[in-house]
């Protein structure tokens, strides 16, 4: 059974800088797409960044040039280095592993972000 475990979430000032990481078991191989999504309060569940196992990434507009996703494939951890916060980016963040068949999520970890 895959299981995908996120941790780093917080409480930080705006213009302040987290790390969150997501451990991904239950699996032997390297997953296709690791990444993140988030929602906040009263909005849908949106794309924050995705890395493949090449190490090709894609990032949302509002965090490209802020946000860094990057992995390990053989631990199977993928990781998202947020720098310059802001409010906005207050949000409950999901760790998301994919291979060819099925997607798999996390509980989600909480990010506030004080102005």
């Known amino acids: 059974q895959v299981r995908l475990v996120e941790s780093g979430g917080g409480l930080v000032q705006t213009g302040g800088s987290l790390s969150l990481s997501c451990a991904a078991s239950?699996?032997?191989?390297?997953?296709?797409?690791m990444g993140w999504y988030r929602q906040a309060p009263g909005k849908q569940r949106e794309l924050v960044a995705m890395i493949t196992s090449d190490g090709n990434t894609v990032y949302a507009g509002p965090v490209q040039g802020r946000f860094t996703v990057s992995r390990r494939n053989a631990e199977n951890t993928v990781y998202l280095r947020m720098n310059s916060l802001q409010p906005e980016d207050t949000a409950v963040y999901y760790c998301t592993a994919r291979t060819s068949t099925a997607a798999h999520w996390g509980q989600g970890t909480q990010v506030t972000v004080s102005s």
């Open positions: 239950g699996i032997d191989s390297a997953f296709n797409v």
